[in-house]
C-alpha cells in the first residue's frame, strides 16, 4: 500500500469518526473510523522510513576497464585455412 492508500484510510477513518451519526447494531462507527486512521498512520510512517533509506546517495565509483586479450590459435580449422 503506498502513500495515497494511507491518506485515503485516514481520510475514511476521519469521516466515519466524526462527519457520520449512523447508528448499525454491531458495529461502532466511531470506533472503526479510529482505527482506520491509526492504520493509516502507522503506513505513513512506514512508508516515509522506507522512502526515506531508498534516497541514500552512494558516491560514484571509478570505472576500471579491463583490455581483452585475444588469444589466437592457429589449428588449421578455425581461421579458414584448413577447409
Keep these: 500500500?503506498?502513500?495515497?492508500?494511507?491518506?485515503?484510510?485516514?481520510?475514511?477513518?476521519?469521516?466515519?469518526?466524526?462527519?457520520?451519526?449512523?447508528h448499525m447494531q454491531g458495529v461502532n462507527l466511531d470506533l472503526v473510523g479510529v482505527i482506520l486512521m491509526l492504520v493509516g498512520l502507522i503506513g505513513v510512517t512506514a512508508f516515509s522510513s522506507i522512502a526515506r533509506r531508498r534516497r541514500v546517495v552512494v558516491p560514484p565509483t571509478t570505472t576500471v576497464v579491463e583490455e581483452e586479450?585475444?588469444?589466437?590459435?592457429r589449428d588449421g580449422y578455425s581461421d579458414g585455412y584448413g577447409l
Design 1 to 22: 500500500m503506498g502513500l495515497g492508500g494511507c491518506i485515503i484510510l485516514i481520510a475514511v477513518g476521519a469521516i466515519l469518526t466524526f462527519a457520520t451519526d449512523w
Design 69 to 73: 586479450r585475444h588469444h589466437h590459435t
